[in-house]
Structure formats: structure tokens, C-alpha cells
């Protein structure tokens, strides 16, 4: 708090202090790699499976998906190492250059090899950007309201994405996939140049030692250290949901109703959104911690009322709740895993978020689709959302004073 003084009366008055503000010429000229990379990534990410089972059939669309993630979640596990060497401008050009280039070239062959070549390394730029531009993102934004730019980042990234990935489909279908491609690889090639007035804080200044509680906390440390871990689990536990509702919700709702999905996967991200936002100025008020919770649970509800696969209010309503928890878990989780460490482990951070997102979808997608199998869709979602409850009990460990052990 500040004092004043009142002119006309010589008496002193409380003021709250002045709030830093959120939007810097740094953060700004950040959102434009940011939404390069976001369109060049998600402008191709239907296109490419469809392009490869002209050529392959459904089997070559499965590689190239598979070798695209797979090199998404490996490069993310060596991220935060090559940002502690080269920093955060270099490394993150590296993975605009890596996502756009191979765009350029894709459709000089239709060959399975050659297009999973290219996702390969594509995979790669984008682990790279996410990563490193992350943790660069969390540097620029003041520690005071990193919750609520948490969340603007959440809307600058996520609004490309909607919009480019029924867009791609659609240019695929009425110019080609050689336009798509290169329209995605420009993308990103054309952020790099705003990089370079980026600030590059992945590195000590000056050549300075580091002091103990600024060392950088590897990867492997992080996913050992339970401060970190702890929300990493709860995230982790929403994000499988994402992947099933994603993946499965086209299939296990009555074609009669398709409509309903067209809805239910708007409603979901745009609810998403909103309480992303909303929980990140809760946070930077009155703190993260309590919100993971919360989000965990809504998100398990959402999933247990989207059983009701045969009914359109059920399907929609639960989607819904499901966007609101996971929007409420995105945001608490990532904001509480920096207050956590020091600035030199923010890309650690950024890693350890996105592989829990990633590899959540993933494993959630996969599992959902056998258990699936065995039960039928609307009890596949009700034991999803039992299992989603696994994740109280990191959860609710982490509302006692934060250990490091």
C-alpha cells in the first residue's frame, strides 16, 4: 500500500499500489510468433493425414499423425536443455525455421516416407516453439497478473487454432494441399523475423554464476519434485478427457443427432475460454492453488453427464461443464507451476505442462477406445469420469504447504 496526501486537508490516504501492466511491446511482438506458429501447425494438422491417405490409405494418415506426436513429446523433453544452452531467441527460431520449412516441401512427393519425414521434423519445430516460446511468454508477463496473461496467451494461441483447423480442410478442398502447404509453412517462417526483438532471458546476463535457487530444474528433477508433479497429475487427469471427447464424441453420439457434435465441440473450447480467463484473475488475487481442484471436478462431472450420448441437452450440457473445469484446470495448474520455481526453470515448466496436455490426450484417446469397446460409449464415460477422481489425491496433497519433496 502507498499514502497520499489530501490537499485540502494535510490528511494521508491508503492507495492500492499501481497494478504493472500486462501488455508490453515485448508481449505484443510475442503474439506474433506465437500465432504463427498456432497457424502453421494447426492449418495443416487435418490436412496432412488427409493428403497421406490419397497416397497410403488410413495407414500412412496414422503415421503421420504418430510421427508428428511423437516428435512433439520427445522434443519437448529436451527443450528446456537447449534453452539453458542457446537461449530462448535462438531456440525458438530453430523451431519456427523446423515447422515451416518442411511445410514448403511436402507435397513434392505422396510418399509415405516422405511425409512422415516431414512431420518428423515438423513435430520437433513445434515442441520447440511451445516450450521455448512458453517460457519465454511466462518471463514477459508480470509475476502480479500472471494468471490473467496466462489466459490472454491462452486466447491469442487458441483462437488461430479454431479457426485454422476447419479452414486447412476447407483450402485443401478448393485450392489444393500444395496451398495449404505453403500458406502453413509461410506462417511460420515469416515470425521468425519478430524474434529477434524478443528479449533472450534463457541464459544468465552478463556471465553471471548462477545461485543455487536459480539453477534450472531439468526435466527429470521436475517430474521427481512434488510441488511440480502434484498439478502436473491433476492436469494431466483433465487433459484424457480432452483427448476422449475429442476423439470419440463424432462416434458415440446417434447419428441422428450429429448436429449435437457440431455443437458440443463449440461449446466446449468457447466455455473453455471464458473460465480460463475468469481464473486467472481469481488467481492473481487470491492465488491458484485452490482453483485446481475445482477445475478437476467440474471436468469429471462434465464427463459423467456426457454419457447421456442420446440426448441432445446431456451431450451439450456436459461438454460445457467439461470446458469450464478444463479451462479452470489449464490456467490454475501452469500458473502455479511458475510460482513454483525460479524464472531459469520456466521452460522446464512449460515442458513438464505440455507433455502432461499431450500425452494426456493420448493415452486418454487410446484407453478410452478399448474400454470403449468393452463397455459401449455412454459407460466408457461414466468409468472415465470415475477415474479423472484418481488425481484428488495429488490434488488435495497439494493444498497443504507446498513441500519440494
Known amino acids: 500500500m502507498t499514502t497520499s496526501a489530501s490537499p485540502s486537508t494535510g490528511t494521508e490516504h491508503l492507495t492500492a499500489p499501481a497494478r504493472p501492466p500486462l501488455l508490453s511491446r515485448a508481449l ?5 510468433s506465437l500465432i504463427g506458429a498456432s497457424v502453421s501447425f494447426f492449418l495443416l494438422l487435418s490436412v496432412v493425414p488427409a493428403y497421406a491417405a490419397r497416397a497410403g490409405g ?9 510421427s508428428l506426436m511423437l516428435t512433439t513429446v520427445l522434443g519437448e523433453l529436451v527443450t528446456p536443455r537447449l534453452v539453458a544452452r542457446l537461449g530462448y531467441r535462438v531456440t525458438l527460431m530453430t523451431g519456427l525455421f523446423l515447422l515451416g520449412a518442411p511445410a514448403l516441401v511436402l507435397t513434392v512427393s505422396s510418399e509415405t516416407a516422405w511425409i512422415v519425414a516431414v512431420c518428423l521434423l515438423r513435430g520437433l519445430g513445434f515442441a520447440l516453439t511451445i516450450v521455448a516460446g512458453g517460457a519465454l511468454t511466462a518471463a514477459l508477463i508480470p509475476a502480479e497478473r500472471r494468471g490473467e496473461g496466462l489466459a490472454v496467451v491462452g486466447v491469442v494461441s487458441g483462437v488461430p487454432s479454431l479457426v485454422a483447423l476447419p479452414l486447412g480442410l476447407w483450402l485443401a478442398g478448393h485450392a489444393g494441399y500444395g496451398t495449404v502447404a505453403v500458406i502453413g509453412g509461410t506462417a511460420a517462417l ?12 534463457g541464459r544468465p546476463e552478463g556471465g553471471l554464476p548462477e545461485t543455487p535457487s536459480q539453477k534450472p530444474v531439468g526435466v527429470v ?22 483427448g476422449v471427447l475429442v476423439t470419440f464424441l463424432p462416434l458415440a453420439v446417434p ?3 450429429s448436429a449435437t457434435v457440431t455443437v458440443a465441440l ?5 466455455a473453455a475460454t471464458v473460465t480460463r480467463w475468469l481464473a486467472g484473475r481469481h488467481g492473481d488475487r487470491h492465488g491458484s492453488a485452490r482453483l485446481v481442484l475445482p477445475g478437476l471436478l467440474l471436468s469429471a462431472v462434465g464427463v459423467l453427464v456426457t454419457a447421456g450420448t442420446g440426448s441432445t441437452a446431456a451431450v451439450v450440457a456436459g461438454s460445457a461443464l467439461f470446458g469450464a473445469g478444463f479451462g479452470i484446470a489449464q490456467n490454475a495448474t501452469l500458473a502455479l507451476m511458475y510460482t513454483r520455481v525460479s524464472p531459469a526453470s520456466y521452460g522446464t515448466v512449460s515442458a513438464l505442462w505440455n507433455l502432461a496436455y499431450d500425452g494426456g490426450m493420448g493415452v486418454g484417446a487410446a484407453g478410452f477406445g478399448v474400454l470403449a469397446g468393452l463397455t459401449g460409449y455412454p459407460w ?25 519433496r
Not at 222 to 227: E, F, K, Q, V
Open 28 to 32: 505484443l511482438l510475442r503474439f506474433v
Open 58 to 66: 488410413g495407414g500412412g494418415a496414422g503415421l503421420a499423425t504418430g
Open 190 to 201: 515469416a515470425a521468425i523475423a519478430s524474434v529477434l526483438g524478443l528479449p533472450d532471458r
Open 221 to 242: 528433477r521436475g517430474l521427481r519434485t512434488g510441488a511440480l508433479l502434484r498439478p502436473v497429475l491433476v492436469f494431466a487427469a483433465t487433459a484424457t478427457a480432452a
Open 255 to 257: 447419428n441422428a443427432h
Open 266 to 270: 463449440f461449446v466446449q473450447p468457447a
Open 380 to 404: 466408457a464415460f461414466v468409468v472415465s469420469a470415475v477415474l479423472m477422481l484418481g488425481a484428488l489425491v495429488p490434488g488435495l496433497r497439494d493444498l497443504r504447504p507446498v513441500s519440494s
